[in-house]
C-alpha cells in the first residue's frame, strides 16, 4: 500500500515503480486536471525560501519523489522510501499508458525545436503514442493564457510540462483549474533527454545512485545545482521531523 511522509512540511508520496504507474492511470481517469510534481533535493531545498514553490508542492495531487538524495533524506528523518523513483522514467511509463488508453499528450518546454524532437523520438519508441501538440517553455507568465488556449485546444490529456524548476510547478499550480488535460506533470529535463540533445546516465551510475555524478562530468558548471543535494541533507539531519 502506498502512502505518504512529509519532509520539512512537504509531502512525498510513499511509492513503489508499479504503485506510481496505477496512481498515474487513475489521474488520467478522474475529472479535473490533477498536478503532479517530481520533487528532488534541489526542489526542497529551493522550497525552503521560495514559498510559492512549497505552497505548489503542498497542493500537488502525486509527489513522486525524485532521486537517490530524497531516498537518503527520508531514511534519515525515519521515514524510508520504498524505492528509488525517477520523474523521467514515471513520465516514459505514463506515456506508455496514454498510448494503451487513446490519451493524447502535449510536450510543454525545452528550446525551440526540443519539443518536436522529442515528440518524433517518442513516438518511435511508444507504439500508438498520439502527441496532440508541443511548444517550446520560452514564454513569460504574461503569456500563460496563450499557452494554455493552445494546450487545451490541441485536446491532449496529458500534459508532460519540462520548465524546470520552479518554472514548472508555479505554472502547474496555477493552471490547473483551466487546463483542460486530464493530468499534468512536472518532468525537468526529459524532453530534452528524449530529444537526445541531452545523454542520460547508463544504467550502472543510475542503479548505483550515481546519476548526479554523470551529470556532473558532462556540465560541471552543474556544481552548483549539485551541492544543494548535501545542503538538504544538512538541513534533514540537523531539524526534527516537520
Known sequence: MSGRIYLRGIPLDVLTSSEAAQRMEQLLSADGCSVVVT??????????????LRDALKNADLAVPDGIGVVKAAKMAGMP????????????????????????VFL???????????????KE????LVIAGTADGYFSESEETQIIQ????????????????PKQE????????????????????????????V?????RFTKAGLEWLFRLAKQPSRIKR???????????????KS
Open 39 to 52: 520533487p528532488n533535493c534541489e526542489i526542497l531545498y529551493a522550497a525552503e525560501k521560495n514559498a510559492q
Open 81 to 104: 522510501l520504498k524505492e528509488r523513483l525517477a520523474g523521467i522514467d514515471v513520465c516514459f511509463g505514463t506515456l506508455k499508458i496514454c498510448a494503451e488508453k487513446g490519451v493524447s
Open 108 to 122: 510543454l518546454g525545452g528550446k525551440p525545436g526540443v519539443a518536436e524532437r522529442a515528440a518524433e523520438n517518442l
Open 125 to 128: 519508441q511508444i507504439p500508438g
Open 150 to 165: 493552445t494546450i487545451n485546444d490541441s485536446g491532449a490529456g496529458f500534459l508532460a510540462a519540462g520548465l524546470g524548476s
Open 170 to 197: 508555479l505554472f502547474m499550480s496555477r493552471s490547473a483549474s483551466a487546463l483542460k488535460t486530464r493530468a499534468c506533470m512536472g518532468v525537468g529535463g526529459s524532453l530534452d533527454v528524449w530529444s537526445k540533445d
Open 199 to 203: 545523454e542520460r546516465a547508463p544504467e
Open 226 to 240: 549539485i551541492v544543494k543535494i548535501p545542503a538538504y541533507l544538512l538541513l534533514v539531519k540537523f531539524t526534527k
